[in-house]
Nanobody, 123 residues
Framework: VQLVESGGGLVQAGGSLRLSCAASGLTFSLYAMGWFRQLPGKEREFVAAISWTTGSANYADSVKGRFTMSRDSAKNTVYLQMNSLRPEDTAVYYC?????????????????WGQGTQVTVFA
C-alpha cells in the first residue's frame, strides 16, 4: 500500500491550496480516508476524514467551513481543499487510510500513512 501526498507549499494568509493523496495497492472504495497534520512542536492532529460507508466528511472544528475533503474513486485519490488559510494552519499534512472504513478522528485507527507534505502559511 502506498499513499502519496502532493500539493503543499508556501502561501500567504487568506490564500488557498489543494492537497492530493494518491492511493495504490488497496481497494480504495473500501477504505475510509483521513487527513491529519502535525504542527511544529506538537502532536499530530485530526483534520478531516471520509467514511466509505456514508461518503460524508467530518472535520475538526479548527478547519470547519474553510477546508473541504473529497474523494475520486476513479482516480483512487482524495483531496483537501484548503481556503482562507491562516498562519496557524502551518504544518506537515498527512494522508491516511483506515481499512475498517470508519474514518474516525483517532490516528491509531488508521493503518497506512503517506510521507506528508509541508504547508506553510505566512502573514
Amino acid at each position: 500500500v502506498q499513499l502519496v501526498e502532493s500539493g503543499g507549499g508556501l502561501v500567504q494568509a487568506g490564500g488557498s491550496l489543494r492537497l492530493s493523496c494518491a492511493a495504490s495497492g488497496l481497494t480504495f472504495s473500501l477504505y475510509a480516508m483521513g487527513w491529519f497534520r502535525q504542527l511544529p512542536g506538537k502532536e499530530r492532529e485530526f483534520v478531516a476524514a471520509i467514511s466509505w460507508t456514508t461518503g460524508s466528511a467530518n472535520y475538526a472544528d479548527s478547519v470547519k467551513g474553510r477546508f473541504t475533503m473529497s474523494r475520486d474513486s476513479a482516480k483512487n485519490t482524495v483531496y483537501l481543499q484548503m481556503n482562507s488559510l491562516r498562519p496557524e494552519d502551518t504544518a506537515v499534512y498527512y494522508c491516511a487510510a483506515d481499512r475498517r472504513g470508519k474514518g474516525t478522528t483517532y490516528e491509531t485507527e488508521y493503518d497506512y500513512w503517506g510521507q506528508g507534505t509541508q504547508v506553510t502559511v505566512f502573514a
